[in-house]
C-alpha cells in the first residue's frame, strides 16, 4: 500500500470513528427524544475547528474520541461497568495522559469499572511485550516518552501548547512578569498550579453521589488540564465537556442542571409551601449556558493566544458550579423525610386544636 493510499484510509477511519463517536455521546448526554438538539450537537462537531486540524496532520485523536465515546455510552447508558472499562483501558494503554480517567473514577469508587480498567491495560500491556518484547515497551515508557514530551514542549508557549505550563511561558514572554523566567519558574508555577486544580476538584469529587454525567466532563477537563502539553488537535476531548453542558442544559428534566424543588411530593395542603431554602428553587441557569458558548467559541474556534487555555477554564468552572448545585440537591433531597415528619405533626397539632 501506498502512502497516498494509507494516509485516505487513515482519514476515512478516523472520520467514521469521529461520526460514531459523536453519535454515542449525542445518545448518552441527552437523553430527550426531540432530534432538533441532535442536529444541533451534530453541527457543533462538525464545524469544531480542532476535528480539521486533526484529519489535516493525520492524528490519532479521533480513535481516541471514538473509544472514550464508546465506553462512556457502555457504562452511562447501557449501564454495564466491566465492558465500559475495555475502551478505557485500551485508549490509556496507547495515549498514557487519559490515565486521569482511571484516577478519577478510582476516587468516585467505581471498582467494577475501574478494575476493568487496570485489567483491560494490563493485558494490552502484556500482548505488546509478547509482540514486540519487553525491552522495547521499557524503552517506551521510561526514555522515549519523556523524550517525545520535551520534544513537544519545544513547540512554543500558547497556542501551541496550552497546558499552564504553555499558557505561563506566554505570559512571560508578553512581559506580564517583571524580569524574565527561567525553565525551572515556568516549572515550579505550573506544578502550583496543578497542585490548586487538585486541591479545589479533589474534595468535589469525594464528596459526590449517585451516578451523574457531570463525571464525564470534569474527567475530561481533568485529563486536559493535567496534561504537560495540550495542542490543538487535543481539544477533541473539550468536546466531551461541551457536549454534557450542552445536553444537561437542553434537557430541562435533570437534577443535575436544575435545582430539586419537592412541592409534588409534600402531602396534602402542604404542597403550596416549599421546605428548601430559595436558592435551591427550580431555575434555569441561562449565565452558565452563556459561559458554555463563549467557551465553546474559544475552544472550538481558531486559536489565538491562550483563549483555549481560558475555555478550558470556563468549561471548568461552570462544570464545578453544576455539581455543587447537584450536591446541595441530594442534601436538600435527604432532608425531604425529616420535613414530611415535621409537617405531619404540625398538622397533628392544628388538628388538636
Not at 431555575?283 to 491562550?306: E, H, K, N, Q
Not at 458550579?321 to 423525610?337: T, W
Request: aromatic content about 12%; proline content about 5%.
Amino acid at each position: 500500500m501506498d502512502l497516498e493510499t494509507a494516509k485516505a484510509l487513515w482519514n476515512v477511519l478516523s472520520i467514521g470513528c469521529y461520526l460514531a463517536g459523536t453519535w454515542l455521546l449525542i445518545t448518552v448526554v441527552y437523553r430527550g427524544k426531540h432530534l432538533e438538539p441532535r442536529i444541533l450537537l451534530f453541527a457543533v462537531a462538525l464545524f469544531y475547528f480542532p476535528l480539521r486540524l486533526d484529519v489535516t496532520w493525520g492524528q490519532s485523536n479521533l480513535l481516541s474520541f471514538f473509544l472514550l465515546s464508546l465506553a462512556f455510552y457502555l457504562y452511562y447508558h447501557k449501564r454495564k461497568p466491566w465492558w465500559a472499562g475495555i475502551p478505557l483501558g485500551i485508549v490509556i494503554t496507547f495515549k498514557v495522559t487519559p490515565i486521569v480517567i482511571l484516577f478519577y473514577f478510582l476516587l468516585r469508587r467505581k471498582w467494577k469499572l475501574s478494575a476493568s480498567i487496570f485489567l483491560t491495560g494490563t493485558i494490552v500491556t502484556l500482548i505488546t511485550i509478547v509482540v514486540v518484547g519487553w525491552k522495547t515497551v521499557w524503552q517506551y515508557a521510561a526514555v522515549s516518552l519523556f523524550k517525545f514530551n520535551a520534544i513537544n514542549m519545544l513547540h512554543g508557549p500558547a497556542p501551541w501548547n496550552s497546558s499552564f505550563h504553555g499558557v505561563i511561558q506566554a505570559w512571560s514572554e508578553n512581559s506580564w512578569f517583571a524580569t524574565p523566567v527561567t525553565p525551572d519558574f515556568l516549572n515550579h508555577m505550573a506544578t502550583l498550579c496543578i497542585i490548586a486544580l487538585l486541591v479545589v476538584v479533589v474534595p468535589l469529587v469525594l464528596r459526590q453521589k449517585g451516578e451523574t454525567r457531570l463525571d464525564i466532563a470534569l474527567s475530561l477537563l481533568c485529563t486536559l488540564l493535567l496534561s504537560p502539553v495540550i495542542e490543538v488537535h487535543h481539544l477533541i476531548l473539550a468536546l466531551f465537556p461541551l457536549f454534557v453542558l450542552f445536553g444537561i442544559y437542553i434537557d430541562g428534566s435533570m437534577d443535575e442542571w436544575f435545582a430539586y424543588c419537592p412541592d409534588a411530593q409534600l402531602p396534602g395542603r402542604f404542597r403550596s409551601s416549599n421546605p428548601l431554602p430559595k436558592s435551591l428553587s427550580g431555575t434555569r441557569s441561562t449565565g452558565d449556558l452563556i459561559f458554555v458558548c463563549l467557551a465553546l467559541i474559544l475552544v472550538g474556534g481558531r486559536p489565538f493566544g491562550d483563549d483555549d487555555f481560558v475555555g478550558l477554564l470556563v468549561l471548568l468552572i461552570v462544570t464545578l458550579r453544576a455539581m455543587l448545585r447537584e450536591q446541595r440537591s441530594e442534601k436538600a433531597r435527604d432532608a425531604l423525610p425529616a420535613v414530611h415528619v415535621q409537617l405531619a405533626e404540625a398538622e397533628s397539632i392544628t388538628d388538636g386544636e
